[in-house]
């Protein structure tokens, strides 16, 4: 009799643990949150196509951080061969300099925390 | 024969994927639909095995001891090798559960020259297994960034633990590099010592391969062949949210990913996997080594119809009587 009470308290439990991302959302109710992303450019393009910048942005950034600190390299030829500034104050922030409404949109949503602002200065939009 | 067997199923269910998604573009049936029925099938064989191992009556009390019993008070007792209380029970469960200490007593007998046999202890199984068994916990919790939202906070700090030394962009996990080298020991071991492998079956070659398939692809997805995570989370929320979404273009790689993580799912409850849920289950380990403090009564004892000799002389008082023979009540 006791046993079975042990084993039922203990299904219950495993049951709860595993279906966590159900009741938590539930709880919680912001699961159908979706990141919008605002582009205020006037620069119709990015430096790459956006498919590409989508998922390739950080390598791109560690090959440019790379390119520029290690070997002084400050031009960038993109794929449809057009040169770029390596630089993500004057080339990257130029367009997207609002990070909380462009960055942070998925890097939130994602739980990703870039390592860029150890050392840049956050842009001045986020400045409170 | 069971490795070949293994790494040729693997290989199907990966074209499985591959043809589905590619060719027929069954994006909602391995992104919704599969899932979906791993998730209720691994619940449901779950419930079933634990109640299966539950009402399997113990006729006694079997711990496995390697400590002193509990006896006299001058002696002492060791509670943890030999438990003689629940709080006992539960620290050796605890410390075989996080620690896996009975795999740490494994030995190995070797003959040396003389002849001398010798009997020495062998690790390697049980760090390559806790290296495993703990990163697939990390692993686990991690991806729950996708499942959830807001993520909660525990799983941004073990994130932060397990990218600590910021390797490469996005960060390389240790976790990750110490699951595929863990499970990679874990099948040559079979493969190199002659008799394990002559022991090993189809079931030990093919979970293992499984789990390596599905730590390489999630590997691949994060640093060399990257997916669109925003869609993935759309996925997995959308699963988690029971309001399932297929988002254009997550990527083959994904599908894969998924398709095998549901075959693992579907796999664990009627496999050597299920020593997840059997480890509570074990009368060996879950019971405490109280045989002569408390009495243990055998379940499937049959009830024993007596006749006692109240109810005899019941029976027959007045023939007693008339007999002459002495009664005890009159």
């Known amino acids: ?128 | 024969m069971g490795l070949w067997f293994s790494l040729f199923s693997i290989v199907i269910l990966v074209l499985l994927v591959v043809g589905g998604v590619e060719v027929f573009s069954w994006d909602s049936l391995f992104g919704v639909l599969i899932p979906y029925a791993a998730f209720v099938i691994f619940l449901i064989g779950i419930i079933y095995r634990v109640g299966k191992w539950a009402k399997t009556p113990v006729p006694f009390r079997i711990p496995t001891t390697c400590g002193q019993h509990k006896s006299h008070p001058w002696i002492k007792a060791n509670n943890l090798e030999s438990p003689y209380n629940s709080l006992g029970v539960i620290g050796r469960m605890a410390l075989e559960v996080l620690f896996f200490r009975s795999l740490f007593r494994n030995t190995r007998v070797e003959l040396m020259d003389g002849p001398r046999l010798v009997y020495g202890g062998t690790k390697w199984l049980w760090a390559a297994g806790l290296a495993f068994h703990w990163s697939f916990l990390f692993i686990v919790i991690r991806h729950l960034r996708f499942f959830t939202e807001p993520v909660p906070f525990f799983v941004n700090l073990l994130e932060g633990m397990d990218g600590l030394f910021e390797i490469s962009v996005p960060t390389f996990y240790l976790t990750d590099i110490v699951i595929i080298s863990a499970v990679t020991y874990l099948f040559l071991r079979r493969v190199v010592i002659p008799q394990l492998r002559y022991i090993s079956l189809a079931a030990d070659y093919f979970p293992l391969f499984l789990i390596l398939s599905i730590a390489i692809t999630g590997v691949l997805m994060r640093h060399f062949y990257k997916v669109d995570i925003l869609s993935v989370k759309e996925l997995a929320t959308g699963l988690s949210t029971l309001n399932p979404v297929t988002p254009e273009g997550v990527g083959l790689l994904f599908y894969i990913h998924l398709f095998l993580v549901s075959i693992l799912l579907m796999y664990l409850p009627f496999s050597k996997l299920m020593h997840m849920g059997g480890v509570f289950l074990s009368p060996t380990r879950n019971m405490a080594n109280n045989n002569r403090m408390v009495r243990h009564v055998n379940p499937w004892n049959y009830p024993v119809k007596v006749h006692t000799y109240e109810e005899y002389e019941d029976d027959f008082r007045v023939k007693m009587k008339n007999a002459g023979l002495p009664v005890e009540k009159e």
């Open chain 1, 1 to 128: 009799m006791s046993s079975s009470a042990k084993v039922i308290a203990g299904l219950i439990i495993f049951l709860c643990l595993i279906t966590f991302p159900v009741w938590y959302n539930v709880v919680g109710g912001k699961a159908s949150y979706t990141p919008e992303l605002k582009i205020i450019s006037e620069e119709k393009s990015c430096v790459e196509s956006k498919e590409f910048m989508r998922i390739e942005h950080m390598q791109l950034l560690d090959d440019w951080r790379n390119s520029v600190v290690r070997k002084n390299n400050r031009t960038y030829i993109a794929h449809n061969g057009k040169e770029h500034n390596m630089s993500l104050t004057d080339t990257c922030l130029k367009c997207h300099s609002n990070k909380t409404e462009f960055c942070d949109q998925c890097h939130n949503y994602l739980e990703v925390t870039p390592t860029c602002w150890n050392c840049h200065i956050v842009p001045e939009e986020n400045k409170l």
